[in-house]
Nanobody, 111 residues
Framework: QVQLAESGGGLVQAGGSLILSCAAS????????MGWYRQAPGKQREWVATLTSLGSTVYADSVKVRFTLSSDDAKNTVYLQMNSLKPEDTAVYYC?????WGQGTQVTVSS
């Protein structure tokens, strides 16, 4: 089984930046094929970005240009660089791989 652990969340002012990490452990063949999602209070969980099985990246329109995925295969870790943060980016951010979810990390953007 795959275990995922997110980190890097916090409180930041609008326009600021954060880097989230998702460290994978367990039965990992490739760090690729991992998705990031977020859930704001009172809203459904929504997709944010995906590192595809081929290593390419895909982003939701709401974060395109502002967010960037990268990975470190040696550390089995995927990073989500978040720039120009907006209050509407406030949410708990989760990574997902092979149907498994991490515990999430809170991101709060103040106006």
């Amino acid at each position: 089984q795959v275990q995922l652990a997110e980190s890097g969340g916090g409180l930041v002012q609008a326009g600021g930046s954060l880097i989230l990490s998702c460290a994978a452990s367990g039965s990992i063949f490739s760090i690729n094929n991992m998705g990031w999602y977020r859930q704001a209070p009172g809203k459904q969980r929504e997709w944010v970005a995906t590192l595809t099985s081929l290593g390419s990246t895909v982003y939701a329109d709401s974060v395109k240009v502002r967010f960037t995925l990268s990975s470190d295969d040696a550390k089995n870790t995927v990073y989500l660089q978040m720039n120009s943060l907006k209050p509407e980016d406030t949410a708990v951010y989760y990574c997902n791989k092979a149907g498994r979810w991490g515990q999430g990390t809170q991101v709060t953007v103040s106006s």
